[in-house]
Nanobody, 113 residues
Framework: QVQLVESGGGLVQPGESLQLSCVASGIILRNYNMAWYRQRPEFGRERVAVITDSGSTKCAQSVKGRCTISRDDAKNTVYLQMNNLRPEDTGDYYC???????WGQGTQVTVFS
């Protein structure tokens, strides 16, 4: 049974950073492309970042320069580092095994001033 568990969200002020984690069980993440999505009330669902099985990464234009996606194969975990957070980054963040219905339960990020 595949399970993805996100953590690391929280309440932060503009300019601060967060590292979100997605720990997987029942699946070996290095064999798949993985993505982080976010759901924001005003903007809907958006793919924030992706990391391929070979380790190539890409961040969305909306977070470019502030986003780093990475993977720790030993921990079977994918991370999303978000720097210089803005109020518009507020939302629920989810990890996903690309092209599957495997999603985590999400972790909430709130950026307030």
């Amino acid at each position: 049974q595949v399970q993805l568990v996100e953590s690391g969200g929280g309440l932060v002020q503009p300019g601060e950073s967060l590292q979100l984690s997605c720990v997987a069980s029942g699946i070996i993440l290095r064999n798949y492309n993985m993505a982080w999505y976010r759901q924001r009330p005003e903007f809907g669902r958006e793919r924030v970042a992706v990391i391929t099985d070979s380790g190539s990464t890409k961040c969305a234009q909306s977070v470019k320069g502030r986003c780093t996606i990475s993977r720790d194969d030993a921990k079977n975990t994918v991370y999303l580092q978000m720097n210089n957070l803005r109020p518009e980054d507020t939302g629920d963040y989810y990890c996903n095994v690309v092209s599957t219905d495997y999603w985590g339960q999400g972790t909430q990020v709130t950026v307030f001033s």
